[in-house]
């Protein structure tokens, strides 16, 4: 077998502080699992970078493990929040800045002050881009007031990772099941929907620059692309698009193989992308970066598309 070298990017840690919001993260995993896991959000020096080192990860991109200030009711408090986290996170960069690079938090609340931040991280801090914990008090990103922000992210060239949380109000179906809310199930019905609402709202034909990236091998919108083109044509409810849905598929939205050490699922997301749209990441701390380093390493794809996948699509992303 052989180690590829690899850029992951849906990797988190934890700010000072922060353990407020990530109860919502860690209330179901059990008392002596979320100690470990809080121990890993806190590591950037030991652990972190010696399982780096023996499964060929050269370089990661850290993000707030979720929800972060998407569940701050306050907006003058996730403002503060938002930048008390992104220096935060640069002056752990700036230790390191060979094998980390971060995502901003943003402060979704206020689509002005989220600019402001965005650009603040990128320009003066080089940050990758950001990623948000899916929607921000039940409000979701397709809506107008979002427009200048998208444009902002088109013009510094940046991606936008959506990463997932609880619905705003779950759904009855999930009644008596909450196994069902979470990770399992509703975390990826909810933020694939939200990437779908940012599709058939408009906002990559009006911003067609714009990278979105799904974790968790898409939360299965690769697998639903020909029925997307085949049931919006039957239903559209006054909706136009300049393309087919399925074209956004891969080109606005990108994706990531994070939590999902499926071969034959790897194999399909390839297929209906495209290899330039698949990209390796692990989910840690939640996920075994043992396991997924050997689930890409082991992947049954020739040298090329694998090595796309590990490291050149990524490194192409983020411009490294």
């Not at 600019?115 to 990623?131: M, P, Q, S």
């Not at 929907?193 to 919108?221: C, N, Q, S, Y």
């Not at 039957?234 to 136009?240: A, E, F, I, N």
């Not at 992947?299 to 490194?315: F, G, H, I, M, W």
Request: proline share 5%.
């Amino acid at each position: 077998m052989t180690v590829m070298r690899k850029i992951a990017f849906e990797e988190h840690f934890s700010a000072v502080g922060f353990d407020d919001y990530s109860k919502a993260f860690v209330k179901h995993i059990s008392t002596q699992g979320s100690s470990e896991l809080n121990a890993r959000l806190a590591d950037f020096d030991d652990t972190r970078i010696k399982l780096m080192d023996k499964y060929g990860i050269e370089y990661v991109i850290l993000s707030q493990t979720g929800p972060g200030v998407q569940n701050e009711p306050d907006s003058a408090t996730a403002v503060r929040r938002s930048r008390e986290n992104n220096d935060f996170l640069a002056a752990q960069i700036e230790r390191n800045r060979e094998r980390f690079g971060g995502f901003a938090t943003l402060p979704m609340q206020d689509p002005r002050a989220a600019i402001d931040e965005l650009r603040r991280t990128v320009n003066d801090l080089g940050f990758k881009g950001a990623l948000v914990n899916g929607h921000t008090q039940g409000v979701y990103y397709d809506l107008p007031e979002y427009d200048p922000f998208w444009a902002e992210l088109e013009k510094l060239g940046v991606p936008f990772y959506l990463h997932p949380f609880d619905a705003f109000d779950v759904p009855h179906a999930y009644s008596g099941h909450p196994e069902l809310v979470g990770a399992t199930w509703g975390w990826g019905v909810e933020a694939g929907t939200h990437a779908l609402r940012l599709l058939f709202g408009g906002v990559f034909d009006r911003h067609p620059g714009v990278k979105v990236i799904l974790g968790h091998m898409g939360e299965g919108l690769p697998f639903q692309r020909w029925r997307f083109d085949s049931r919006f044509a039957v239903y559209p409810h006054g909706v136009t698009l300049k393309r087919q849905p399925s074209e956004y598929i891969g080109n606005n939205i990108v994706i990531t193989t994070s939590g999902v050490c499926s071969h034959a699922t790897l194999q399909g997301a390839i297929a209906e992308m495209g290899a330039e749209a698949v990209m390796f990441s692990v989910d840690y701390p939640y996920e075994s970066i043992e396991l997924a380093a050997q689930f890409i390493d082991t992947a049954p794809l020739d040298e090329k598309t694998k090595q796309l996948v590990c490291y050149d699509n990524a490194k192409k992303l983020f411009r490294l």
